[in-house]
Each structure stands twice: as structure tokens, then as C-alpha cells.
């Protein structure tokens, strides 16, 4: 089986081939230019100043290079100034494209019944930390709740772990694709907002104290991310609170 070492040589020489063919290739073209240029172009524009004289007056080969110089200067602004526009363009349409599929793949991660039901039993059994809460009998109920096995539940794993769980991975995944792949706007920020804030201030508490007793920074660092870029997103509308009601 090849690897990339063994292919990485043949790549270069490909490369360097290319390199050759093409400095091959603006080498004729140029040459053919000049051929073209002194044996045919040059001629007629003199017999054109001069039709009377049937010798070719050399003398005015200066003035026509010039003059050819800029016609081909001009070309290529021209071809320059068309051809930006053009990469802009496309450019434009792969973003529009790549931010569509984005958000379609978000949307069908967000928006399963399994991620429905799973924020609807966070909405249900975990509280709003408010300031006059004690924060260790919190999170004792809030743990208690996680792990809380109903009658007849003979998974090894509580239900509440495996919806808060559930929750994360995609959260953590909008945040990664948030942060490195993905230029999240206002309009996709006034999408997102609703479901992760909804969720993500009611689990935060619980989630940076299950990453400080883990010991593990990363813990659920992208979805913390996207979660508090929504938050500050509904602050800055000047939302009346950050907490939307349910």
C-alpha cells in the first residue's frame, strides 16, 4: 500500500513538470509574438503610415512596441478586473453554499425528536440556578436528577445522563463548527439562540462544575462557546432576560 512519503516525490515532479511544460509554452508564445510582430504586424502598420514607400522604415518599430505595450497592458487590467470579479462571485456562491449545507446539517442535528425530548426533559426537571439558590443543594438536586433511574429502567445509564449527553455532543458540535468552519451571522445567531439558551442556562452551573471536578478544561469547551455567543447575542438585542421562558 502506498503512503504519503511514497507519493509525495511524484507529486513534486508532476508539480515540477507542469512548471516546466508551462514556462515551456510562455517561452514559444512569446518568441512566436516577436516573429509575428516583426515579420507581418510591424510591416503593415509601416506601409499603412507610409503606403508611397515600399521600404519598411524600422525607425518607427519603437513607437509601435510602445503602442502594442499598452494595448496589451490595457488587455490585461481589463482581463484582470474581469476575472476578480468573477472569482468574487464564486467565491460568494460557495460561501452562500457551504453556509446553506452548514445549516442544514445543524438543523437535522437539532432538530430530531430524540434532541426535542431531550430538551424538553432538561426544561422539565432542572431549574434555573437564581441567584438566591444555594449552589451546592443545586447541583446535589440537579445531580440526583441526572442520575435518577425510573421503576422498570434496566439501562446501565440513567435516562437524564443519556439526554444531557445527548444534548452536549450536538451543542458541542455547533460550537466547533462555529468556531473554525462556519461564520456564524445575526440571522443564524437569532436562529440558534432559543433552543441553546434555553438549555445551556439551566445545565451551565452543573457543566462547569462537572469540568472542574473532572479536571478536563475541554470539557464541553465548544459548546460552551456557542452557548454563551447566543446569550451575549440576546443581551445585546436588549432582551429583557437572557432566560427565555418556556
Not at 507529486?11 to 510562455?26: E, V
Not at 462544575?209 to 447566543?230: F, L, N, P, T, V
Amino acid at each position: 500500500m502506498a503512503t504519503n512519503q511514497d507519493k509525495s516525490p511524484k507529486k513534486k515532479m508532476s508539480l515540477a513538470f507542469q512548471l516546466f511544460l508551462l514556462g515551456l509554452g510562455s517561452l514559444v508564445v512569446a518568441i512566436l509574438s516577436f516573429w509575428l510582430i516583426t515579420a507581418y504586424f510591424f510591416p503593415w502598420f509601416a506601409n499603412s503610415v507610409d503606403p508611397c514607400s515600399k521600404r519598411v522604415d524600422w525607425s518607427l518599430l519603437e513607437g509601435f512596441a510602445g503602442l502594442a505595450t499598452f494595448a496589451l497592458a490595457l488587455g490585461g487590467v481589463i482581463f484582470a478586473i474581469v476575472e476578480y470579479y468573477r472569482n468574487e462571485k464564486a467565491e460568494q456562491q460557495e460561501a452562500t453554499r457551504i453556509s446553506y449545507e452548514t445549516y442544514t446539517s445543524i438543523f437535522d442535528r437539532l432538530m430530531t425528536p430524540e434532541q426535542e425530548a431531550a430538551r424538553r426533559w432538561v426544561y422539565k426537571n432542572i431549574p434555573v440556578l437564581e441567584e438566591e439558590d444555594n449552589k451546592e443543594e443545586w447541583l446535589q438536586k440537579v445531580r440526583a436528577k441526572v442520575y435518577a433511574k425510573p421503576a422498570g429502567w434496566t439501562g446501565d445509564t440513567a435516562p437524564g445522563e443519556l439526554y444531557l449527553k445527548s444534548i452536549l455532543n450536538v451543542f458541542d458540535y455547533i460550537g466547533f463548527v462555529a468556531e473554525h468552519h462556519w461564520e456564524v451571522d445575526n440571522d443564524s445567531l437569532g436562529w440558534l439562540s432559543p433552543p441553546l439558551t434555553k438549555v445551556w442556562e439551566r445545565i451551565k452551573p452543573y457543566i462547569l462544575h462537572e469540568r472542574m471536578k473532572r479536571q478536563e478544561e475541554d470539557y464541553y469547551a465548544s459548546a460552551e462557546y456557542i452557548c454563551e455567543k447566543c446569550v451575549k447575542w440576546r443581551e445585546d438585542q436588549e432582551y429583557k432576560k437572557s432566560i427565555i421562558e418556556i
